[in-house]
């Protein structure tokens, strides 16, 4: 690939996950809940919770859905392509938050259930940076990139997104999937290309 690199990040790999609103947290928890830090992730004030749920698709269920924290304004279910598979289930590749047509899907909690009328996706692979980060690598906010990750099963993905916010530590998301098509861990570095 004969393009210059813009620079380079670590990888973080997302295992399938749940974001809840407070409302609906206390559907499936109880009235006035709160969370349990389990422990804390690589994005500022973001956290795994020691609490998680069931998920229900039309062809199967999927338990000890990890919950992490804080409650968001809209419940938000990431899965990888193979978990849609299992669920039976038809969620778009999509950047977090943006939940227009996209599936809905049953959570069970210890105190009750949500039935989601929407809010199940793929997350888009996507750079979390600063805006320092981003004038270093000649980026901005929502511009898309390719990232080539070396090793045994060496790829480029393309389309990666260009998240950029000061709260935001430097380091690449992509999903099991991904990871594991690629043969790649937690804290790998990859390489940063404009597409």
């Known amino acids: 690939m004969a393009k210059d690199v813009l620079g380079k990040v670590p990888v973080g790999v997302s295992n399938r996950h749940i974001h809840l609103s407070q409302q609906d947290l206390e559907t499936l928890f109880g009235t006035g809940y709160e969370l349990t830090v389990r422990n804390e992730l690589s994005q500022t004030g973001q956290y795994a919770a020691e609490e998680t749920v069931t998920i229900q698709g039309p062809k199967s269920s999927m338990a000890n859905i990890r919950i992490l924290g804080p409650t968001r304004k809209e419940t938000q279910l990431e899965i990888s392509r193979t978990d849609s598979f299992a669920l039976g289930v038809k969620p778009p590749v999509r950047d977090s938050g943006f939940?227009?047509?996209?599936?809905?899907?049953?959570?069970?909690?210890?105190?009750?259930?949500?039935?989601?009328?929407?809010?199940?996706?793929i997350a888009q692979r996507h750079i979390h940076m600063t805006e320092e980060d981003a004038k270093a690598f000649g980026v901005k906010d929502k511009d898309l990139v390719s990232v080539r990750m070396d090793g045994e099963r060496a790829v480029v993905f393309e389309n990666?997104?260009?998240r950029v916010r000061n709260d935001f530590v430097l380091e690449m998301h992509?999903?099991?999937?991904?990871?594991?098509?690629?043969?790649?861990g937690n804290g790998q570095i990859v390489e940063v290309f404009r597409s």
């Open 174 to 184: 992509i999903d099991t999937d991904e990871a594991n098509a690629a043969m790649i």
């Open 99 to 121: 939940l227009e047509d996209t599936p809905g899907i049953t959570v069970i909690g210890p105190k009750g259930q949500i039935n989601l009328d929407r809010g199940v996706i």
């Open 160 to 162: 990666v997104l260009v």
